[in-house]
């Protein structure tokens, strides 16, 4: 059996279009690399993506009872054999493996790389540029990544247990560059490194996009700072998240994201003050003066 050096690995659920397209694509990319495999994990779909993905050659299939959030992607991770591993989503897929070569090789010859965040393009060829990422379209280290397009080492993945599956949606790719910052890897932001989003809109109910992302970024904020800063993002995450709350129409779902992000246990582990240097943008992005009084 050759030895399998890229795990290329995606998570599925009721978009049976999506899997297909981007199973198909994978399928054609990969068909004459023995040293790659594709594991597809089901999150408990309803409308025959399962049966699909099981039915698929060169394909492994995880297929779950029922919908775990991103914890349906550690089960994955888990079954991977590769060095390497390409996360994925279900709507995401690169066009060509050879910026991804490339971005092995670099790793390959840089230990200190841990994650690779790739370029996210539209299927128009346009920038889906983010928060997470540099504004500069070059060649770099980056504070985060953007989850349907990266590589990770699988040791150090393992090592930090996958992603955080209590947060079920939202924030684990935050989580996921504090933890590998900590460690004394860096994250390379690879502009030649292209996966194709095609972005399909959004099918999450609205109580989810309010719950999930408050709770978890106060979790985050309560593990990562401390002090007077982690007072301020607090105060500036609950009142962000009111002002969105507000707008959607879920203020039951914010309240009960602030129950929990501010009541559950978390387990403290401070960034260094090299490291909230580094990770400035998220800063801004739980700050009330940026985000309402320093738009430009």
């Not at 690779?116 to 299927?123: G, N, Q």
Request: with cysteine; aromatic share 12%; glycine share 6%.
């Amino acid at each position: 059996m050759p030895d399998i050096k890229l795990s290329i690995v995606y998570l599925n659920f009721n978009r049976l279009a999506e899997s297909t397209l981007t199973t198909q694509q994978l399928q054609q990319l990969c068909q004459n690399r023995s040293d790659i495999e594709i594991i597809a994990i089901d999150n408990g779909s309803s409308d025959g993506t399962a049966d699909f993905l099981e039915q698929q050659a060169n394909i492994n299939s995880v297929l779950l009872p029922d919908n775990s959030g991103i914890a349906g992607y550690s089960e994955g991770f888990r079954q991977t054999r590769g060095q390497y591993i390409l996360v994925l989503d279900d709507d995401s897929c690169p066009n060509t493996l050879t910026g991804i070569d490339l971005a092995i090789q670099r790793m390959d010859n840089t230990p200190n790389i841990g994650i690779t965040a790739c370029h996210i393009e539209t299927p128009d060829g346009e920038q889906q540029w983010s928060w997470h990422l540099p504004k500069t379209k070059a060649l770099g280290t980056s504070p985060f990544f953007i989850g349907c397009g990266f590589i990770i080492r699988r040791d150090i993945f393992e090592l930090i247990d996958w992603y955080p599956e209590i947060f079920f949606l939202y924030q684990n790719e935050i989580d996921v560059s504090f933890k590998v910052r900590q460690l004394g890897y860096t994250i390379i932001y690879d502009p030649n490194c292209v996966v194709t989003h095609r972005g399909t809109p959004n099918q999450r109910p609205n109580w989810r996009r309010i719950f999930f992302p408050t709770r978890n970024t106060l979790w985050l904020i309560r593990q990562y700072y401390t002090g007077m800063q982690a007072f301020y993002m607090i105060i500036s995450r609950l009142l962000i998240g009111l002002v969105r709350a507000c707008s959607f129409g879920q203020l039951p779902a914010y309240f009960k994201a602030a129950l929990a992000g501010l009541g559950e246990p978390v387990k403290k582990s401070p960034l260094s003050p090299e490291l909230r240097k580094i990770f400035t943008p998220f800063w801004k992005q739980n700050s009330i003066i940026h985000q309402f009084f320093k738009r430009t």
